[in-house]
């Protein structure tokens, strides 16, 4: 009964102290100016306890104790026992001594006896009417720790399973490809692939609102987005799942193309563009929706980098303002198109999050 004893007691907000006696358990519970301890000892069938023996246990658990130097403390024997008799017996003299009987599961107090211990005189009878109750509350409690522990090791396994930032890495791969065919081949390749307004317009060849941004201008241009994008892809991929980054980065890429095809249409412009920027961009305005949104956590490491990398995505739109050749539309078009689905996709994961929480 002393496992069952035990149990209650943790219930009971009780903390366990290691004792070298497997039958022999002392608990505390801290109180307002003093110490609540309980001290427990089952003699198991057949085994018998002195007097003497009882008085060296009692007295070494208070030495301990006060080893500790806890304070205070208030402390109440319990000999769990087959015969109470005997039991009452071996406690004779101590007035914080009760009895209980492991067979008839009841609570003897002499009346020479301390006639209750802080309200505890009922606690220990509602124990002794379904000494059971108390394992089964806590095998449950243990049961759904452990469900969450194991969800919990789900969602970091998930989470470190698209740690690496795969879609990024092959976004940047495809590039060197195209780059390298675009090399070799020369402006030809690089001229079926373009953002070029009238071959878009005129031709209805919207297929390079998605191949203009895998095209670049040089091998400088080239290294300066890719370097980019590796950057805010190895924070924002793991973040949002690789599906919805994939969608998001091409779709914005879209966005910014759409932007500066409007542009160059208001001023007149038949100017190819070729270059990621625009979805980069788009990258960096979720980023940047982030930072603003965690502004007071911009110390933390992983926010800093987030908001350094927006500080750089609102410096290349400066650049693109004063530096000549620099399809800047793109630029702003897929920043703000970035605020806007940052907030989209912050709305839907929060969504989604609770959902989780109350399943």
């Given at each position: 009964?002393?496992?069952?004893?035990?149990?209650?007691?943790?219930?009971?907000?009780?903390?366990?102290?290691?004792?070298?006696?497997?039958?022999?358990?002392?608990?505390?519970?801290?109180?307002?100016?003093?110490?609540?301890?309980?001290?427990?000892?089952?003699?198991?069938?057949?085994?018998?306890?002195?007097?003497?023996?009882?008085?060296?246990l009692r007295d070494g658990a208070y030495r301990l104790?006060?080893?500790?130097?806890?304070?205070?403390?208030?402390?109440?024997?319990?000999?769990?026992?087959?015969?109470?008799?005997?039991?009452?017996?071996?406690?004779?003299?101590?007035?914080?001594?009760?009895?209980?009987?492991?067979?008839?599961?009841?609570?003897?107090?002499?009346?020479?006896?301390?006639?209750?211990?802080?309200?505890?005189?009922?606690?220990?009878?509602?124990?002794?009417?379904?000494?059971?109750?108390?394992?089964?509350?806590?095998?449950?409690?243990?049961?759904?720790?452990?469900?969450?522990?194991?969800?919990?090791?789900?969602?970091?396994?998930?989470?470190?399973?698209?740690?690496?930032?795969?879609?990024?890495?092959?976004?940047?791969?495809?590039?060197?490809?195209?780059?390298?065919?675009?090399?070799?081949?020369?402006?030809?390749?690089?001229?079926?692939?373009?953002?070029?307004?009238?071959?878009?317009?005129?031709?209805?060849?919207?297929?390079?609102?998605?191949?203009?941004?895998?095209?670049?201008?040089?091998?400088?241009?080239?290294?300066?987005?890719?370097?980019?994008?590796?950057?805010?892809?190895?924070?924002?991929?793991?973040?949002?799942?690789?599906?919805?980054?994939?969608?998001?980065?091409?779709?914005?890429?879209v966005i910014a193309g759409v932007g500066s095809l409007?542009?160059?249409?208001?001023?007149?412009?038949?100017?190819?563009?070729?270059?990621?920027?625009?979805?980069?961009?788009?990258?960096?305005?979720?980023?940047?929706?982030?930072?603003?949104?965690n502004l007071k956590q911009i110390g933390n490491g992983?926010?800093?980098?987030?908001?350094?990398?927006?500080?750089?995505?609102?410096?290349?739109?400066?650049?693109?303002?004063?530096?000549?050749?620099?399809?800047?539309?793109?630029?702003?078009?897929?920043?703000?198109?970035?605020?806007?689905?940052?907030?989209?996709?912050?709305?839907?994961?929060?969504?989604?999050?609770?959902?989780?929480?109350?399943?």
């Amino acid at each position: 009964m002393i496992e069952q004893l035990s149990s209650f007691l943790l219930l009971e907000g009780f903390t366990p102290v290691s004792t070298n006696l497997q039958s022999y358990r002392i608990f505390l519970r801290k109180e307002t100016g003093y110490i609540t301890a309980l001290f427990a000892y089952e003699l198991r069938y057949g085994e018998t306890l002195a007097s003497e023996t009882y008085v060296s246990l009692r007295d070494g658990a208070y030495r301990l104790l006060q080893e500790k130097n806890l304070g205070e403390i208030h402390a109440l024997f319990v000999l769990l026992t087959a015969d109470p008799q005997t039991g009452m017996t071996v406690t004779g003299g101590d007035r914080n001594a009760w009895v209980i009987d492991t067979t008839t599961r009841a609570l003897y107090i002499p009346p020479d006896r301390a006639e209750d211990f802080y309200g505890f005189k009922r606690k220990l009878n509602d124990f002794l009417r379904d000494p059971g109750r108390a394992q089964a509350t806590i095998a449950a409690v243990q049961t759904n720790l452990n469900r969450s522990m194991q969800e919990r090791q789900r969602v970091q396994q998930r989470s470190t399973r698209v740690a690496f930032p795969w879609v990024t890495l092959i976004i940047v791969l495809v590039n060197l490809l195209i780059g390298g065919v675009c090399l070799l081949y020369g402006d030809y390749a690089t001229s079926l692939l373009d953002l070029d307004p009238v071959a878009v317009l005129e031709k209805g060849q919207w297929y390079r609102l998605f191949t203009y941004m895998y095209v670049h201008g040089g091998v400088t241009h080239y290294i300066n987005n890719m370097i980019m994008l590796y950057m805010a892809g190895q924070i924002l991929e793991p973040s949002i799942g690789r599906g919805r980054y994939a969608l998001l980065y091409h779709l914005l890429g879209v966005i910014a193309g759409v932007g500066s095809l409007l542009y160059k249409v208001v001023i007149g412009s038949v100017i190819p563009s070729v270059g990621a920027s625009g979805a980069i961009m788009g990258v960096m305005g979720i980023l940047l929706y982030i930072s603003l949104r965690n502004l007071k956590q911009i110390g933390n490491g992983r926010y800093y980098r987030i908001f350094m990398l927006s500080l750089c995505a609102l410096d290349s739109v400066y650049q693109g303002f004063v530096v000549r050749g620099v399809d800047n539309a793109a630029h702003v078009t897929g920043l703000v198109a970035g605020v806007i689905a940052g907030l989209i996709v912050e709305r839907i994961l929060r969504a989604k999050y609770a959902k989780q929480k109350k399943g």
